[in-house]
């Protein structure tokens, strides 16, 4: 059984910095993609940043020089390092992963397992 506990979030001052985390656990020992998504209230879910098991990463231009999207393999956890954190970054924060090659898709269809969510407050 796939799960993905995602931890971390909070609230935070404009300017400051979160680190998230999301561990797996029963992932297929491929894993092609893995990535952080997020959804504010009456908006779709979009893509964040998605990284591959090769390391190549995307970013949304939104969060691009701001935020980092990284894994320990060993640990089986994906991270995003949240910085410079802006108002319009508060959303809900859901881990989720692909046991198939994604192409660094923004697109929530392609991946199969997602995490329960952890909220990110950002006030002014």
């Known amino acids: 059984q796939v799960q993905l506990v995602e931890s971390g979030g909070g609230s935070v001052q404009a300017g400051g910095s979160l680190r998230l985390s999301c561990a797996a656990s029963?992932?297929?020992?491929?894993?092609?993609?893995m990535g952080w998504f997020r959804q504010a209230p009456g908006k779709e879910r979009g893509g964040v940043a998605v990284?591959?098991?090769?390391?190549?990463?995307r970013y949304a231009d939104s969060v691009k020089g701001r935020f980092t999207i990284s894994q320990d393999n060993a640990k089986n956890t994906l991270y995003l390092q949240m910085n410079s954190l802006k108002p319009e970054d508060t959303a809900m924060y859901y881990c989720a992963a692909s046991p198939v090659a994604c192409y660094l898709s923004f697109n929530a269809n392609a991946y199969n397992y997602w995490g329960q969510g952890s909220q990110v407050t950002v006030s002014s």
């Open positions: 990284i591959d098991s090769g390391g190549y990463t």
């Open positions: 029963g992932l297929p020992y491929r894993r092609y993609c």
